[in-house]
């Protein structure tokens, strides 16, 4: 992994939207990310998991998972349902905001 330019975590859920951040069971040692590598957490829920912090307080650039959930919802049936292209800044602010309130749950 150390080698690798991107990690993406894709692990089942209790790997990701249970963490909490003095939880200890990520899907792998935070040691194991250096500056500069990018990781990519397909969690949505929370949008800030442990495992992002910990990647971005190692110096990697992080990308939560919420843009893998609004373009799931883009690359559906949206276009045909809408007979137009999918709003996606507009789906995303509303996935955002529906989110926060399940952050402090």
């Not at 790997?15 to 990520?26: I, K, M, N, S, V």
């Amino acid at each position: 992994m150390g080698a690798a330019e991107l990690v993406v975590n894709a692990t089942a859920d209790r790997h990701g939207r249970r963490f909490r951040a003095d939880d200890e069971d990520l899907p792998f040692p935070l040691d194991a990310l250096r500056p500069g590598q990018v990781l990519a957490d397909l969690v949505y829920h929370p949008i800030e998991t442990a495992l992002l912090r910990g990647a971005r307080d190692r110096g990697a650039d992080v990308v939560d998972g919420l843009g893998m959930l609004v373009h799931a919802g883009r690359r559906s049936k949206l276009k045909r349902w809408t007979a137009g292209p999918a709003p996606v800044a507009i789906m995303r602010a509303a996935a955002s905001m529906a989110l926060d309130p399940l952050e402090s749950a």
